[in-house]
């Protein structure tokens, strides 16, 4: 599909995003702490208020459940979740309720999700007179939303939660500051030119944590945790058989999720997205490869003989 304004604007000025189908998760109760922290694999304990993380959440086998972004507000913690693990991870959370004074809220249908994104979007902000938080996660109220240092695609950016009735009041004002609507293809090809894994294209139940080499995501010496030995266990081996590699590849028509990956006539792996990307001139992608497996000399090839590199 054709790329447009949005996508220029990612990368020259600021795109803002539609993100309302994600499922923000709200947890209140004074165990919510210490639930939240024996569930996720990243350190809860630690975060003060206006602080944040990204998380996994894994079952007991140590395959990845779904990830949040984690934020911390002085009376509750907002998980703010993909599209397609909203109910799960509600009902996974739910499961380890038995007699912890916390109360979940899936506040999907009366909050609106908005990305400002690109390098001009912290000054998108400044015009609206929102904060512009700094650090990586960290988020400030104004009024009765909340505005946080996220980014769905790896460019400089920021989401604002909002109640679901300011949200046409609020897209108004990121028009008139400047930013230019996004669609989702211009969304996935920035990502993918980023490098940023998506839980639900990327990563799935199949993989373990170290295999998507998404390590923010883990904290490693927090203690127990929902499927924390098979993390550790993994770890102490020094070794996963397959990882989540960036790749770029000599093509302009992207290969299908599914497409396999080849050291010579060795199929090391498989693509699970990828994007042809206008400011590269070729096909961005990802997917998971047996990088133990690739002789140093090795022709890197996928399906139809497009020739690809693996990127750090």
């Known amino acids: 599909m054709a790329l447009g304004d949005g996508y220029r604007a990612f990368h020259e000025s600021a795109a803002w995003l539609d993100l309302s189908g994600r499922g923000p998760i709200r947890m ?5 702490v210490r639930l939240l922290h024996a569930l996720a694999a990243n350190h809860i304990q630690q975060l003060k208020p206006g602080e944040g993380c990204y998380t996994f959440f894994l079952d007991a086998q140590g395959h990845i459940l779904g990830d949040a972004n984690v934020l911390c507000l002085a009376d509750a913690l907002l998980l703010d979740t993909e599209p397609e693990t909203r109910r799960s991870l509600y009902a996974h959370l ?3 309720l038995i007699a912890d004074d916390v109360t979940l809220e899936d506040e999907s249908d009366e909050t609106a999700a908005l990305g ?16 512009v938080p700094t650090a990586a996660y ?13 980014s769905a695609t790896g460019a400089p950016g920021f989401r604002i939660f909002a109640p679901l009735q300011e949200r046409t009041g609020i897209v108004r004002q990121l028009k008139a500051a400047g930013a230019v609507a996004a ?9 993918l030119e980023h490098g940023r894994p998506r839980f639900g294209e990327d990563i799935d139940s199949k993989y373990l944590p170290q295999e998507t080499r998404q390590l923010h995501a883990v904290h490693f010496n927090k203690g127990c945790y929902l499927g924390q030995e098979i993390v ?12 989540l590699v960036h790749l770029e590849i000599d093509a302009t028509e992207p290969p299908e999720a599914g497409a396999r990956i080849f ?11 990828a994007a042809y990307s206008p400011a590269l001139g070729k ?4 997917g998971y490869v047996r990088v133990n497996e690739v002789p140093a000399e090795a022709q890197i090839t996928t399906e139809g003989a497009a020739l690809c590199r693996l990127t750090p």
């Open 183 to 191: 669609g989702s293809n211009e969304m996935r090809t920035v990502r």
């Open 94 to 96: 739910d499961r380890y």
């Open 116 to 131: 400002v994104e690109g390098p001009q979007a912290d000054g998108i902000l400044r015009t609206l007179g929102a904060p």
């Open 263 to 273: 050291a010579g006539e060795k199929d090391i792996g498989e693509l699970t997205s």
């Open 138 to 150: 960290s988020h400030e109220r104004w009024g009765e939303s909340i505005v946080a240092r996220l």
């Open 232 to 243: 550790e266990r993994v770890r102490s081996r020094g070794a996963v058989h397959r990882q």
């Open 283 to 286: 096909v961005i992608a990802m």
């Open 28 to 32: 209140t109760g004074e165990d919510r």
